[in-house]
């Protein structure tokens, strides 16, 4: 069974950090494309980072670049976003994604993935 578990969410003071961990199982994590997504409240899906596998590279959104960093750990199985400095408009329900099969231009593509998490929420407020 394919799964990915999020966790690491909850509420931090504008300025924080916070690190959210997304574990994997049921297929096999270092050949896929790792991905972070957030949707905040009334508000369409956003792309927010990925582990872009067939070239060991990162992309971040402009939103989050120099704030958030993405990282993977293969031997576990995880995909880390290590968040600084956040603010209040970085509230979201944070979920992960996983794809096999996805090129430079379909990264941003929800439809592009083939696994995804359940989310876990981040809230930003004093």
């Known amino acids: 069974e394919v799964q990915l578990v999020e966790s690491g969410g909850g509420l931090v003071q504008p300025g924080g950090s916070l690190r959210l961990s997304c574990t994997a199982s049921?297929?096999?994590?270092?050949?896929?494309?790792m991905t972070w997504v957030r949707q905040a409240p009334g508000k369409g899906l956003e792309w927010v980072s990925s582990?872009?596998?067939?070239?060991?590279?990162?992309y971040y959104a402009d939103s989050v670049k120099g704030r958030f960093t993405i990282s993977t750990d293969d031997a576990k199985r995880t995909v880390y976003l290590q968040m600084n400095s956040l603010k209040s408009e970085d509230t979201a329900v944070y979920s992960c994604?996983?794809?096999?099969?996805?090129?430079?231009?379909?990264?941003?593509?929800?439809?592009?993935?083939?696994?995804w998490g359940q989310g876990t929420q981040v809230t930003v407020s004093s």
């Open positions: 582990v872009y596998r067939a070239i060991t590279s990162t």
């Open positions: 994604a996983a794809g096999s099969r996805l090129i430079l231009s379909t990264l941003r593509s929800a439809n592009a993935y083939d696994y």
């Open positions: 049921g297929f096999t994590f270092d050949d896929y494309t």
